[in-house]
């Protein structure tokens, strides 16, 4: 009976005990020096505490139309939290360069983080570690979470809750500089409707001097006052009633343009002023873009690192790969040997 010839690739249990008794010592060693450098360097990796903010965005993006415009729009709600456009629209903005450089210029992280200011890359350098340190994400319930790491516990959660409150500011102003351009636009509008509207009542006044009142009432009464003083043969009524009818006939057409021009215009002038008083609103208030759900404080616990598993999975990787190591060295061997 021919029995097969045992090789490397026969890796069975008892190959292992043999193969781990074989090279104990070996294996002990980068075992025993992979723990002592790993807790050497756990533990001068500088502890960090995390702070996070939870934020829902609001729905409202015009104060206007949702506090002053009467209508059934539920997208105008104040009370109403956003939904997955709006919470896109929060990360944009949080993860703006104004946001980052207020940021960095109020808690001096260039020298904070240890960037020399000299240095021909300190931006680049500097931002790198401000995404290192920061972070925003969208959660499963469209919120928005804002997290930051840091040395300081107090300092994480003063820049958790800044970045919190910055997203309003850079928000506000970003629709206050349309608004704005939007509030030009119709006061301009505005004040020439006014002006144009002067115009015509100036005009009209004119017209009142010369006796034209109302021109439909005025032409009937007038008219039948002429034909009753025609049939009293009254010459002194007929003459100024002639005269009369005369002024009539003359600016009557002149008085119902403007007349009716007029009421249209003052319907215009109307919307306009609807639209100024919006604009203006929406120019020059405030209302917060945002619902706080929880904010941030000082950690009491370090967050990073976690020291354990640096050593767990550092000794488990340098033994893994000594493992391999040594496979690969006895298989080439016995290649050789062939």
Not at 50 to 57: A, G
Request: glycine letters at 2%; a negative charge; aromatic letters at 8%.
């Amino acid at each position: 009976m021919n029995k097969r010839a045992s090789t490397p690739d026969d890796f069975n249990s008892l190959n292992v005990l043999f193969f781990v008794y074989k090279w104990r010592k070996q294996l002990g060693l980068v075992g025993i020096s992979a723990f002592i450098i790993s807790c050497i360097i756990a533990l001068t990796i500088q502890e960090k505490y995390k702070s996070s903010v939870i934020l829902f965005p609001a729905t409202t993006n015009s104060i206007s139309k949702a506090l002053l415009t009467d209508n059934n729009n539920s997208n105008e709600d104040v009370l109403q939290f956003g939904e997955e456009e709006e919470a896109e629209q929060m990360l944009q903005i949080l993860s703006s360069d104004e946001v980052r450089s207020r940021i960095c210029e109020k808690y001096h992280l260039m020298e904070h983080y240890g960037i020399d200011p000299d240095d021909q890359y300190k931006r680049t350098k500097l931002y790198d570690e401000f995404l290192q340190n920061i972070n925003f994400k969208r959660t499963e319930y469209m919120s928005v979470k804002i997290e930051v790491m840091d040395e300081s516990a107090d300092t994480a959660a003063l820049i958790a809750n800044d970045i919190a409150a910055l997203h309003d500011s850079t928000k506000t102003r970003i629709q206050h500089e349309r608004a704005r351009e939007a509030l030009k636009i119709v006061e301009r509008e505005y004040l020439a409707k006014q002006k144009e509207i002067r115009k015509m009542e100036d005009s009209i006044k004119v017209l009142n001097s010369y006796g034209v009142f109302d021109y439909e009432s005025q032409s009937e009464v007038t008219s039948e006052q002429y034909a009753i003083a025609i049939s009293k043969n009254d010459q002194r009524a007929i003459k100024s009633l002639e005269e009369k009818l005369e002024v009539i006939g003359k600016y009557g057409s002149a008085y119902v343009s403007l007349r009716d021009d007029l009421v249209l215009q003052r319907k215009q002038m109307n919307l306009l002023k609807s639209k100024y008083d919006e604009a203006k609103v929406d120019a020059e208030q405030v209302l917060s873009q945002k619902f706080v759900v929880s904010n941030a404080f000082p950690a009491e616990k370090k967050s990073y690192p976690i020291r354990w598993l640096i050593v767990v999975v550092s000794t488990l990787s340098a033994l893994l790969i000594a493992v391999i190591t040594i496979l690969l060295v006895e298989n080439i061997k016995q290649f050789r040997l062939r």
